[in-house]
């Protein structure tokens, strides 16, 4: 099992930044990736950024360039610096870890809870 905790979410304006937290705890070892993904009014859930437990990092393409997906290993905690952001990143955010299940044969994933992010002037 693995738990998730989001936080650092909240309202910020067009232009400004915030980073997002993600800690996980229990069977920490098991997970081969973890990552970002929002759902906003309306919309289905998208895949926002990435990053493997080898450090290999992937983005959407409506947010490369703004954010940045980091992890400490030592707090086993994954970050996500929002920077630029747009009303258009309005959104639930929810952090996601990817494990192998029946010996490799299949992966699962596990969810936080969600943050909001809500940009607006």
Known sequence: QVQLVES????????????????????????????????????????????TTGGSTNYADSVKGRFTISRDNAKNTVYLQMNSLKPEDTAVYYCNARVPVAGGLWEYDYWGQGTQVTVSS
Do not use: T
């Not at 400004?16 to 937290?21: N, T, Y």
């Open 8 to 51: 650092g979410g909240g309202l910020v304006q067009p232009g400004g930044s915030l980073r997002l937290s993600c800690a996980a705890s229990g069977s920490i070892a098991s997970i081969n990736a973890m990552g970002w993904y929002r759902q906003a009014p309306g919309k289905q859930r998208e895949f926002v950024a990435a990053i």
